[in-house]
């Protein structure tokens, strides 16, 4: 298992019928996911798609995560916590400010992915909404809460890869999406699940 240290991120490749297993190491850990596919990385995963192919916003095991070009990129096919989030973007130096009324602005999701991905050419502005694992999202009367994750030590969740990806992960690092807390996050790439 490798492990993602607290208000950090990495990047690696996913090849297509491998699998990625993403696990919350402590409890209430939220791990932001970004993936981009093809030789130029400009296809990559989106949250409009997925949720209008989808029709729901509670992705969990055998739904499908799509790219802007309207291709499955993955597929659920575990999930222990059956919590996530593809509405909200990942949090940036903006979003501690404005949002959580947080001064304390570095390690951003966006900042740790952007780091992450620098290497492949892509830069912030290339960066999607990310498919926030075990983030607690709740709407009511049209109004966006932002709760604690519910998912506890061990929890898992695991993904197929349909096409061949980049795949940045991230230890979330907004306090309020924690339980206020920062934590690691786990993730094994496995040829069999």
Not at 43 to 59: M, P, Q, V, W, Y
Not at 73 to 78: A, M
Not at 159 to 171: D, H, I, R, S, Y
């Amino acid at each position: 298992m490798k492990v993602i240290k607290p208000r950090s991120g990495t990047a690696f490749i996913l090849k297509k019928d491998q699998y990625l297993l993403v696990e919350d190491l402590e409890g209430q850990q939220v791990s932001d996911m970004v993936c981009f596919a093809g030789k130029e990385y400009k296809e990559k995963i989106s949250s409009g798609k997925t949720l209008d192919f989808e029709a729901t916003t509670n992705l969990t095991t055998g739904n499908f995560i799509w790219s802007n070009r309207s291709r499955k990129l993955l597929q659920i096919v575990h999930d222990d916590a059956k919590k996530h989030d593809f509405i909200l973007a990942p949090c940036s130096k903006e979003t501690f400010k404005i949002l959580y009324k947080d001064h304390d602005t570095t390690h951003s999701c966006l900042d740790n992915l952007t780091q992450a991905l620098k290497p492949y050419g892509i830069t912030k502005d290339d960066i999607p909404t990310a498919f926030n694992i075990f983030m607690n999202v709740q709407i009511k009367d049209t109004k966006i809460a932002v709760l604690p994750p519910q998912s506890l030590k061990g929890d898992r969740i695991v993904f197929k890869c349909l096409e061949t990806c980049l795949v940045a992960l991230t230890a979330c690092s907004a306090k309020d999406s924690n339980g206020g807390t920062f934590k690691p996050i786990g993730y094994q790439v496995l040829e069999n699940f």
